[in-house]
């Protein structure tokens, strides 16, 4: 079987540079609850990425520039559109920029998301549902929605259960995947991604991808040898274009991600749609596609 160079939809800015540096809460985060190598923690450098994303087989990722939560409040982290942007123009093959959304900014928010995509070239939006203790379906995401239809651009936003990421601040899960399907009545043209897998709601999650044309999955934040096997067979067979490859990283770790899929039972053309060609697709990413026929 030949090999499929994966595009990673989900893939934190993990460098050692101070606009990127993550709160004590989130590395203790890491270290203790994920179990992140401390070299990782403390921050790679772009070339040390991309060696880790080459030995893995991931030829592009997409960066979300993060919005963990308003910028007032003391635990946030925000990471700057133009960090991304710096390396999306210095590694125009390997990266693409996401706009992170903060719907408590309002119409400031509605502009800093248009000039991440008209002036920064950004394809697409990321949004953290629970950090803003707003639901997907809440009236204050409603105009980030209708802007990603202006500008024709997926939005990506976990769902599923939230984990207690610091002692200061336990947030409540809000990201039910069923909630999407009130979006997406309201919005039919509106390319929704509920990453995480809506874990442990993940049959729910397949429902709202089964149910819309506009609805995908992202694969990204659990090791896939734990996946449901409800997951495993939506992918390989009725659900072959609607889940995309992601892997949080430094949440998962890409080589691991690529191996564990690697044991797998995806026929050849699910596994080429999976880990690139739907990416590519939804996108419109600059790659060439994988032949999609089966081997």
Same mark, same amino acid.
């Given at each position: 079987?030949?090999?499929?160079?994966?595009?990673?939809?989900?893939?934190?800015?993990? %460098?050692?540079? @101070?606009?990127?540096?993550?709160?004590?809460?989130?590395?203790?985060?890491?270290?203790?609850?994920?179990?992140?190598?401390?070299?990782?923690?403390?921050?790679?450098?772009?070339?040390?990425?991309?060696?880790?994303?080459?030995?893995?087989?991931?030829?592009?990722?997409?960066? @979300?520039?993060?919005?963990?939560?308003?910028?007032?409040?003391?635990?946030?982290?925000?990471?700057?559109?133009?960090?991304?942007?710096?390396?999306?123009?210095?590694?125009?093959?390997?990266?693409?920029?996401?706009?992170?959304?903060?719907?408590?900014?309002?119409?400031?928010?509605?502009?800093?998301?248009?000039?991440?995509?008209?002036?920064?070239?950004?394809?697409?939006?990321?949004?953290?549902?629970?950090?803003?203790?707003?639901?997907?379906?809440?009236?204050?995401?409603?105009?980030?929605?209708?802007?990603?239809?202006?500008?024709?651009?997926?939005?990506?936003?976990?769902?599923?259960?939230?984990?207690?990421?610091?002692?200061?601040?336990?947030?409540?899960?809000?990201?039910?995947?069923?909630?999407?399907?009130?979006?997406?009545?309201?919005?039919?043209? %509106?390319?929704?991604?509920?990453?995480?897998?809506?874990? @442990?709601?993940?049959?729910?999650?397949?429902?709202?991808?089964?149910?819309?044309?506009?609805?995908?999955?992202?694969?990204?934040?659990?090791?896939? =040898?734990?996946?449901?096997?409800?997951?495993? =067979?939506?992918?390989?067979?009725?659900?072959?274009?609607?889940?995309?490859?992601?892997?949080?990283?430094?949440?998962?770790?890409?080589? =691991?991600?690529?191996?564990?899929?690697?044991?797998?039972?995806?026929?050849?053309?699910?596994?080429?749609?999976?880990?690139?060609?739907?990416?590519?697709?939804?996108?419109?990413?600059? %790659?060439?596609?994988?032949?999609?026929?089966?081997?």
């Amino acid at each position: 079987m030949a090999e499929v160079r994966a595009v990673d939809i989900v893939c934190n800015v993990q %460098l050692d540079d @101070p606009r990127t540096r993550r709160p004590a809460w989130s590395q203790a985060f890491l270290r203790q609850k994920i179990g992140v190598a401390e070299e990782i923690v403390r921050g790679l450098t772009p070339e040390q990425l991309l060696e880790k994303m080459d030995r893995a087989g991931v030829e592009h990722a997409l960066l @979300p520039a993060v919005k963990v939560g308003p910028s007032w409040h003391p635990i946030s982290r925000q990471i700057p559109y133009e960090v991304v942007a710096e390396l999306v123009q210095r590694y125009p093959t390997r990266f693409s920029g996401l706009a992170g959304i903060d719907p408590t900014e309002g119409i400031a928010g509605l502009r800093q998301l248009e000039y991440a995509v008209k002036e920064l070239g950004f394809v697409g939006a990321h949004f953290y549902p629970h950090w803003f203790d707003l639901p997907p379906n809440h009236a204050r995401v409603y105009p980030f929605y209708a802007k990603c239809c202006e500008l024709d651009i997926p939005i990506q936003l976990q769902v599923g259960n939230c984990l207690r990421y610091s002692a200061e601040r336990p947030l409540r899960s809000v990201g039910r995947p069923i909630l999407l399907d009130e979006v997406a009545c309201d919005f039919p043209e %509106l390319k929704l991604v509920g990453i995480h897998i809506g874990w @442990p709601w993940t049959e729910e999650m397949i429902a709202m991808a089964y149910k819309h044309p506009n609805v995908y999955i992202g694969s990204d934040a659990y090791a896939p =040898r734990y996946w449901d096997a409800a997951l495993v =067979r939506f992918i390989d067979s009725w659900g072959q274009e609607k889940v995309l490859f992601g892997t949080d990283f430094p949440v998962i770790d890409p080589e =691991r991600a690529l191996r564990e899929i690697g044991e797998l039972p995806f026929r050849p053309a699910a596994r080429r749609k999976f880990l690139r060609n739907n990416a590519i697709r939804l996108y419109r990413l600059p %790659l060439a596609l994988a032949e999609e026929t089966e081997e």
